[in-house]
Nanobody, 115 residues
Framework: QVQLVESGGGLVQAGGSLRLSCAASGSRFRISTMGWYRQAPGNQRELVATITRGGSTDYSDSVKGRFTISRDNTKNTVYLQMNALKPEDTAVYYC?????????WGQGTQVTVSS
């Protein structure tokens, strides 16, 4: 059974940085696209960034230039480096892995940015 375990969330002041990690395990097949999404209270879950197995990336406009997504295919792990954090970045962050046509989600990690 595929499992995704996120880590690295926490409380940080505005302007600070955090690095999220998400390790996938239990898959017999290669993971294609990996990504990070977030959901703030009262809002829908939204895309933050994605990265293909080959390293092509895509970002939401709200995080471009501040966040960087990367991955280590040998470890089935995706990272999200978040710099210049703003209070509006406060949310639960979820990672997602696509294996064949199935989406697998992590349990989420809270990121809170204080002003």
């Amino acid at each position: 059974q595929v499992q995704l375990v996120e880590s690295g969330g926490g409380l940080v002041q505005a302007g600070g940085s955090l690095r999220l990690s998400c390790a996938a395990s239990g898959s017999r097949f290669r993971i294609s696209t990996m990504g990070w999404y977030r959901q703030a209270p009262g809002n829908q879950r939204e895309l933050v960034a994605t990265i293909t197995r080959g390293g092509s990336t895509d970002y939401s406009d709200s995080v471009k230039g501040r966040f960087t997504i990367s991955r280590d295919n040998t470890k089935n792990t995706v990272y999200l480096q978040m710099n210049a954090l703003k209070p509006e970045d406060t949310a639960v962050y979820y990672c997602k892995s696509v294996i064949w046509t199935n989406d697998y989600w992590g349990q989420g990690t809270q990121v809170t940015v204080s002003s």
